[in-house]
Every structure is written in structure tokens, then in C-alpha cells.
């Protein structure tokens, strides 16, 4: 299918973005916290892999690759508010208050609770607790340190505590 | 070990992934730190919620058919790639056979990385990021892509990829010099073509 796409079969481009969409935008809608905007990239993810395919060489699976591309591209289209938003975050960095352990038997609730989380706490840990990767490849993508990386994701867990305490 | 220790440690102490001294310190200090322990069992919960979420979701409406419409032209490789390209391909080669051949099954911390390469790591990856951020526009304000700056996207994954597998081999052997010097060649690879597109796109010559 990949193939066929790669030679410009828009068909297999389409059974291509039926079988991996829901995945693409489920990345997408956490990364993000908001539907409109994940709708949006997830429709930039495809384009862009579309483009793209000549680029894929079969040497990761191309779920791998398009999930790859979906964190970049959602990534990109952030950076530049980070930069703006650094001075803020540097003076941001007093620690949480404790808060009690909350009961997180409900997964819609902690779906919005991530949605509330600060744009790169939410990012550090959708990609760290959700997705399972490595802080190391979270800071390159990032372009920031690991331990910033790491204290994003302790903060986000902190402010998550928060928000489900019942 | 100090709350801060532990609470960096909470990770792989729940997976099971730790020395088994380092777990001993580890449990002396939650039997002590009431707060450590409230971290222990909301990163528990939270782990075992997190696991139960569904990777996939469902989009309100169907996205195709404004996909569909932006895809006129078949996949394609454009002029200013198809040299560029097999220099980023190469050097990526070369940094994935060099990170394999220096793999070894230890593993390390980012922070054992001599802070003067950290330094050095840093300053490219912001000025990195002050370009590619000054490049590309917001892609909710409806601008047109830079034409040099998107026929770079593919080599500039592959420079991303090399260094990711680059900086996970120097973690493993952190005073390797030919690591070090590696890591920070590609960097400095990006960083430069970077500049020559942001050249290209302010109406320079190919």
C-alpha cells in the first residue's frame, strides 16, 4: 500500500489515512488539548506525508514514521509560541504544592484533565507517560535539556493530582 | 538519597528497572517522607489510568476530504532536495553506523555529558530552533510555506534522526571524544543549512 502510494495512488494514499488517522489524531487532540487545532494538524500530518513518502525508505515500519512526523509537525507549529512563552516559564519554575493522591478510575476525566495541563507539560507527558518515550528523544525533539524535560513531566503530574483530587 | 533523588528514581523503581540497592535507599526513604510516598502511589494510579487509554481516537468528522483536496500533486522530490538530500542522507549514515559500532548494552544519563558539550548542544539546538521558528509561519495563520524551507523538511528529519541516535550513543559513553565531536558535526550541519535556506528563502540564489 505504502508502494502504491509512493507512486501517487491517491486510493492508497486514502486506505493508508483510514487505517492510521485515528492514531494520528488521537496524538494530535492530546499533544494539543484542543479538538479544532488537532483536526487541523492531523489534516497537515497526512499532506505532509504525502509529500513526504518518497523520503520513507521502509527501514521503520510507516506507522512509526507517520507518528514520528505527527509529534514533529504538531511540535513545529509550537515552538515558536514557546519561545515567546520561555521568559515566562523561567520565572514559573517555584515548586507545586503537595496534593492528595486522587482517584483516577475514570479516563475521560483524566483526557480533560491533560487537556488543562501547560502547553509543555502536556507535551512531556503525553510523549513520556502516554506514548512511552524516552526523555532523551522528548529533549531532541523539544531542543531543550532532559532535566527540563523531566521537570515538565513532575510538574504535570503534580498539576494533574490537582485537577482529580476529589 | 534527597527527595529530589527519588523522585527521579520513582519511574524505574515502580517499573521494576532498578539496582537492588539503590531500592533499598530508595524504600528507607519513602518509609520516612510521607510526600515521596504521595508521589509513589499518584505516579502508580496515574500509570496504571494512563495505560488503560485508548491510543486511537475518533475524529468528530471525517478529515479526508480536506486532505484530499491539497494533495495535487503527486509525491515528488523537488531540484533543491535531490542534491541536499544525499549530503544530509550521508552524513546520517555515518552517525547511525558510528552510534551502533560504539553501543553497549550500559546505560546512561544525559547529565554525565560534559557540560561544556551540553553548552555547546544547547546553543545549537536554540539557534536551531530561533530559525526553523523564524521560518516556517504559524500554520493556523494561513501563510504559504517558505519554498527552500519545505523542500528541507525531509533533510532536515534525517539531521533530527542522526542526532537523536547520535546523543543516544554519547549518553552510553559520554567522554567518547569521537562521540562528542560527531554529535555536535551534525548540530552544526543543521544549524548551517538552516541559514542557507533562511538565505534561499529571503530571495538569495540556489
Known amino acids: 500500500m505504502v508502494g502504491l502510494a509512493r507512486e501517487g495512488d491517491a486510493g492508497a494514499f486514502r486506505s493508508l489515512y483510514e487505517a492510521h488517522v485515528g492514531r494520528v489524531y488521537g496524538l494530535c487532540v492530546r499533544l494539543t488539548g484542543n479538538e479544532g487545532e488537532a483536526e487541523e494538524l492531523t489534516q497537515d500530518v497526512f499532506v505532509r506525508a504525502w509529500e513526504r513518502l518518497s523520503t520513507f525508505r521502509g527501514d521503520s515500519a510507516f506507522s512509526t514514521w507517520l507518528y514520528r512526523l505527527a509529534v514533529n509537525q ?13 521568559r515566562i516559564l523561567l520565572s514559573s519554575t517555584a515548586p507545586e504544592a503537595p496534593a492528595p493522591t486522587p482517584q483516577w478510575d475514570n479516563a475521560m476525566d483524566l483526557e480533560r484533565a491533560i487537556a ?16 512511552g518515550w524516552p526523555h532523551a528523544d522528548i529533549a531532541v525533539e523539544m531542543g531543550t535539556a532532559v532535566g527540563t524535560c523531566k521537570a515538565h513531566l513532575f510538574r504535570a503530574r503534580r498539576l494533574l493530582r490537582k485537577v482529580l483530587a476529589p | ?87 544530509a542522507a550521508a552524513l546520517a549514515t555515518v552517525a547511525l553506523a558510528t552510534a551502533t559500532w560504539y553501543e553497549s548494552p550500559g546505560t546512561g544519563s544525559a547529565d554525565a555529558i560534559p557540560a561544556e558539550v551540553q553548552r555547546l548542544i544547547a546553543a545549537y539546538g536554540e539557534a536551531a530552533n530561533d530559525l526553523q521558528s523564524a521560518l516556517r509561519p ?68 540556489e
Open chain 1, 74 to 86: 504538531v511540535l513545529m507549529a509550537r515552538r515558536g509560541r514557546w519561545r515567546r512563552e520561555r
Open chain 2, 138 to 205: 504559524d500554520p493556523l495563520g494561513g501563510s504559504t510555506e517558505p519554498v527552500a524551507f519545505t523542500a528541507a523538511l525531509p533533510t532536515l528529519e534525517t539531521l533530527d534522526l542522526a542526532i537523536a541516535e547520535s546523543r543516544s550513543a554519547l549518553i552510553r559513553d559520554p567522554d567518547n571524544p569521537a562521540l562528542q565531536h560527531l554529535l555536535l558535526s551534525v548540530h552544526r550541519k543543521k544549524v548551517e543549512l538552516l541559514r542557507q535556506v533562511a538565505t534561499l528563502d529571503a530571495g538569495g540564489e
Open chain 2, 1 to 87: 538519597m534527597n527527595c529530589a533523588e527519588v523522585r527521579d528514581h520513582l519511574d524505574p523503581y515502580i517499573a521494576g528497572h532498578i539496582e537492588q540497592h539503590q531500592r533499598v535507599v530508595i524504600e528507607e526513604h519513602l518509609a520516612e517522607c510521607g510526600e515521596c510516598k504521595v508521589d509513589l502511589e499518584a505516579a502508580r494510579s496515574l500509570r496504571r489510568v494512563t495505560a488503560s487509554l485508548p491510543r486511537s481516537v475518533v475524529p468528530r468528522r471525517s478529515l479526508w476530504d480536506g486532505i484530499e483536496s491539497r494533495l495535487a500533486m503527486p509525491p515528488s522530490r523537488s531540484r533543491w532536495s535531490k542534491w541536499v538530500l544525499p549530503i
Open chain 1, 116 to 131: 488543562t495541563l501547560p502547553d509543555r507539560c502536556r507535551v512531556v507527558f503525553v510523549l513520556h507517560d502516554i506514548e
